[in-house]
């Protein structure tokens, strides 16, 4: 069974830092782009961040621009989430997914694989 796994969640105070990652477990994702989206409780999933296949493309959410970085490491089929400065409002189960192809996308239609979550809290 395909999956992708998050992990590096959990509670940080407000303007605290957080990295998560994302590998796959069951198959690799050569030639995949690659997303972070969220959802918050009582909210409809959203976009945070897409990287391409070759890493030299990113796309961020305005609400995250600047204090939110996403790379890959293709070596270890890993991708990253660096999350720093966090505020309250980014608390959220923190999702990855896999597209089948090399460019990302903001649209969560798009994507073809997804993990199960990981949940991040930043408290006040």
Known sequence: QV???ESGGGLVQAGGSLRLSCAPSGRTFLGYAMGWFRQAPGKEREFVAAISWSGGTTSYADSVKARFTI???NTKSTVYLQMN?????DTAVYYCAARGTATPS???SEY???????????SS
């Open 71 to 73: 790379s890959r490491d």
């Open 106 to 108: 903001t649209r969560i």
């Open 3 to 5: 999956q992708l796994v």
């Open 85 to 89: 400065s966090l505020k309250p409002e």
């Open 112 to 122: 073809d694989y997804w993990g199960q979550g990981t949940q991040v809290t930043v």
